[in-house]
């Protein structure tokens, strides 16, 4: 077991054990889950940018997509939510 105080700005230092345990660093994240039972679970999820590789490959289309055929789908896709334009709409502040 290890202990920790919070301080009076309610910070806490994770102790050393701890941190080497969860594989944390400066800046990474941790997430804090309260349990039915009052206790409340420290974990940490990290994720290395390779390891995101690959994440979108269902979204992959199955051959490339040319512009016209983008510009053409924006369009269809434009007239069915009632805005026709194929430019864009800027507004101007006065």
């Keep these: 077991m290890e202990i920790s105080t919070i301080s009076s700005k309610g910070q806490v230092t994770i102790p050393k ?29 990290q994720n290395s940018a390779t390891s995101l590789f690959g994440m979108f490959n269902h979204r992959k289309p199955k051959k490339p997509v040319s512009i016209e055929e983008m510009e053409a789908l924006i369009r269809v896709r434009r007239a069915k939510r009632g805005n026709g334009s194929a430019k864009p709409n800027y507004r101007t502040h006065s």
């Design 17 to 45: 054990k701890i941190r080497d345990f969860l594989n944390v660093r400066t800046f990474d994240k941790i997430a804090f889950i309260p349990l039915k039972d009052g206790q409340i679970l420290i974990t940490t999820k």
